[in-house]
């Protein structure tokens, strides 16, 4: 079965970077998307931004995070990255990575595969 494994979460600066990996395990994605969620105790899970598999690049960035945070894909490793730049504390979340085999799309409900998710904690 298809398994998701987030990691790279941490604590930074404010004005500091890190790159989050979604392992995927049991399955190599040709197409549909892998998208990044995040969510804050008590607030409904935002979707960050998404990897469209078929094209081969990022799609769909939230506006809190154009031009900050990137996504890319390691074939060898099975892998997609969120590399965020620029941190701020409302940055502050629990990082979801998400799988679905239909094309890219940043609401969480559409989503049937899912993470454990890891955590970032930017302080300021």
């Known amino acids: 079965r298809v398994q998701l494994v987030e990691s790279g979460g941490g604590s930074v600066q404010a004005g500091g970077s890190l790159r989050l990996s979604c392992k995927v395990s049991g399955y190599t994605y040709t197409s549909g998307c892998l998208a990044w969620f995040r969510q804050v105790p008590g607030k409904e899970r935002e979707g960050v931004a998404a990897f469209d598999f078929e094209l081969g690049s990022s799609t769909d960035f939230a506006d809190s995070v154009k031009g900050r945070f990137t996504v890319s894909q390691d074939n060898a490793k099975n892998t997609v990255y969120l590399h965020m730049t620029t941190l701020n504390p409302e940055a502050t979340a629990m990082y979801y990575c998400?799988?679905?085999?239909?094309?890219?799309?940043?609401?969480?409900?559409?989503?049937?595969?899912w993470g454990q998710g890891t955590q970032v904690t930017v302080s300021s």
């Open positions: 998400a799988a679905r085999s239909a094309t890219c799309y940043l609401a969480s409900s559409s989503y049937n595969i």
